[in-house]
């Protein structure tokens, strides 16, 4: 079962930046699409970053623009670029296949964004 571990959450005001890492630990990991998804605060899971084997990528129009998925598959790692944050991208921001795997959730990494 590959693990998948996030980091890089914390507090940050509102307009700044944040950049969130997903180190998976086996290889298969370059063979699929990936996501970044969030859950906030009495809110259900979204998601919020797509992008497939290739490198293609895909986001909601809520954070369009603002955030910017990327891979390594040397490193076996996921990055999620957050900009121009408002409190609204308060939440447990967490990494996973797309579509998601039940199996494969981890503990996500916090992201506040508050003055």
């Known amino acids: 079962q590959v693990q998948l571990v996030e980091s890089g959450g914390g507090l940050v005001q509102p307009g700044g930046s944040l950049r969130l890492s997903c180190a998976a630990s086996?290889?298969?990991?370059?063979?699929?699409?990936l996501g970044w998804y969030r859950q906030g605060p009495g809110k259900q899971r979204e998601l919020v970053a797509w992008?497939?084997?290739?490198?293609?990528?895909r986001y909601p129009s809520s954070v369009k623009g603002r955030f910017a998925i990327s891979r390594d598959n040397a490193k076996n790692t996921v990055y999620l670029q957050m900009n121009s944050l408002n409190p609204e991208d308060t939440a447990v921001y967490y990494c996973?296949?797309?579509?998601?795997?039940?199996?494969?959730w981890g503990q996500g990494t916090q992201v506040t964004v508050s003055s």
């Open positions: 996973n296949y797309y579509p998601s795997d039940v199996r494969s």
């Open positions: 086996g290889r298969i990991y370059e063979f699929y699409d």
């Open positions: 992008i497939t084997s290739g490198g293609t990528t």
